[in-house]
């Protein structure tokens, strides 16, 4: 940042903050109010450790919640003290949490839940939990699982900000039968007996079958697949 003009070298060059500490939220932007006297030809230098905060024409911008301190100086006036600015930043308070009031998976498919936050740069860090682990799991990312049949609730709670939270019903029911998978051919001795084995797929669809013979005569086929 430049500043020209003429310097008056006779009078001792005033370097102040008019705030040397302040308080902001994730997602401010803020502007240090710098008090300059005696000097009218300088260039501001901003010294930050930190990843919170970003610096650009005089302006800070809030990244992340925490504190660092923002050394400014003079350049090329080693005579003159730099000022340091120290900065919090606290995680926004979310108001409410919207999401999905109710969504129908199958057993074991997984189904990612898309949050919005009001205001929008509130904190976004959650808690997860399903009421029935049983019927449904969630983990840390959001991700909702099929566990069984039935109807559970997630509930998706504010880190900071407890009471702050919203839950969302989930049924779980059987996916359709995509097919059945068993031996396409057997060779029988008269009066042999034999156990049809078969998988019916995906995992989680409604395993019932029924059997059937094309001519009674020659086979018969037991409700539980004897034949």
Known sequence: IFFQGCNNSNKQIIFE????????SVG???????????????ELIYDVDSDIITIKN???YCIQAGECEVKISIKDHHNV???????YIYEVIPDDIICDKE???FINEEYKLILN????NASKEVEYSSNDDNIAIVNDNGIVKGVSEGQTRIVIKSKIAPNVKTRIIVNVIKPPVEKIETVSEIKLNYNETYQIQWNV???GSNQEVSFNVSDQNIINVSEIGIV
């Open 17 to 24: 903050l008019q705030e040397k500490e302040v308080e902001l």
């Open 28 to 42: 401010d932007t803020y502007t240090p109010i710098i008090l300059i006297e005696n000097l009218n030809n300088y």
């Open 58 to 60: 005089d302006n800070i």
């Open 81 to 87: 003290n730099s000022v340091t600015l120290k900065i």
């Open 103 to 105: 969504i129908t998976i």
């Open 117 to 120: 936050f009001i205001p929008e």
């Open 201 to 203: 797929l995906p995992i």
